[in-house]
């Protein structure tokens, strides 16, 4: 724990993790582990509301400007994740299956020029 107020982050405690950013910089950051947002705390349900401007917002990829409005996060259920071994690479996937298909698809030698292709 240190000296941090919240307990420690777990994905078994139904609890929504709210932390903040201090803009699309800040987000960059993060992605490439330069920085780490700011912890906010834990709940089981978040609600925001928005009173009066207009506010970017962005779902799955899919920006708007939202109007006032309220917005209520709960976590609804937990879905099991497939994740890639450490052991194992991508490039090693694509070396293995480029060399299994070279060896068996069957190699055809060109085939000599018949009456066909003499006419044309």
Same mark, same amino acid.
């Not at 090693?92 to 006419?119: N, Q």
């Given at each position: 724990? &240190? ?5 420690? #982050?777990?994905?078994?405690? &139904?609890?929504?993790? %709210?932390?903040? %950013?201090? &803009?699309?910089?800040?987000?960059? /950051?993060? /992605? ?8 906010? &705390? /834990? ?8 009173? #009066? $401007?207009?506010?970017?917002? /962005? %779902? ?7 109007? @006032? ?19 194992? #690479? ?5 070396? $293995? ?5 070279? $060896? ?5 030698? @060109? ?5 066909? $292709?003499?006419?044309?």
């Amino acid at each position: 724990m &240190g000296d941090e107020p919240y307990p420690p #982050t777990r994905l078994d405690d &139904g609890l929504l993790e %709210v932390v903040g %950013v201090f &803009g699309s910089f800040h987000c960059a /950051q993060i /992605q490439v582990k330069m920085a780490n947002p700011v912890r906010l &705390g /834990q709940a089981h349900t978040v609600r925001l509301v928005l009173k #009066t $401007s207009r506010m970017p917002m /962005q %779902v799955d990829g899919e920006p708007w400007a939202q109007g @006032p409005c309220t917005i209520t996060i709960t976590h609804k259920t937990q879905a099991f994740m497939l994740y890639h071994s450490a052991e194992q #690479t991508d490039d090693d996937d694509d070396e $293995s299956s480029t060399s299994e298909a070279e $060896s068996s698809a069957p190699h055809d030698s @060109p085939k000599p020029a018949g009456p066909a $292709s003499a006419r044309a």
